[in-house]
Nanobody, 123 residues
């Protein structure tokens, strides 16, 4: 049974930074693409960022490009999302996800989801 557990969410002022972590247990996800989605109240879950299994390729939603950085440590079975220059509109529950390919993940064809961590940005 694979479990993804996010941490690092919280309350931050606009312009601040947070670093989210997602630790996987149950099996190694080193051959999976890993990514982050977010869901604000009343909105659909949206893609934020993805990183390939080896870490060589990353892709971002236009809304976070240049501010967020995704990375992974396969030895620790963990993926990270460094969020800088946070804006009020970044407020959402952030979900970690794993999929067998980057393209599937970006299409929300996810094999494993985390339970989510709340990020609140005050203006």
């Amino acid at each position: 049974q694979v479990q993804l557990v996010e941490s690092g969410g919280g309350l931050v002022q606009a312009g601040g930074s947070l670093r989210l972590s997602c630790a996987a247990s149950g099996r190694s996800l080193s051959t999976y693409a890993m990514g982050w989605f977010r869901q604000a109240p009343g909105k659909e879950r949206e893609f934020v960022a993805v990183i390939s299994w080896g870490g060589s390729s990353t892709y971002y939603a236009n809304s976070v490009k240049g501010r967020f950085t995704i990375s992974r440590d396969n030895a620790k079975n963990t993926v990270y999302l460094q969020m800088n220059s946070l804006k009020f509109e970044d407020t959402a529950v952030y979900y970690c996800a794993a999929s067998t390919s980057r393209s599937r993940l970006q299409l929300k064809q996810v094999d494993y989801w985390g339970q989510g961590t709340q990020v609140t940005v005050s203006s």
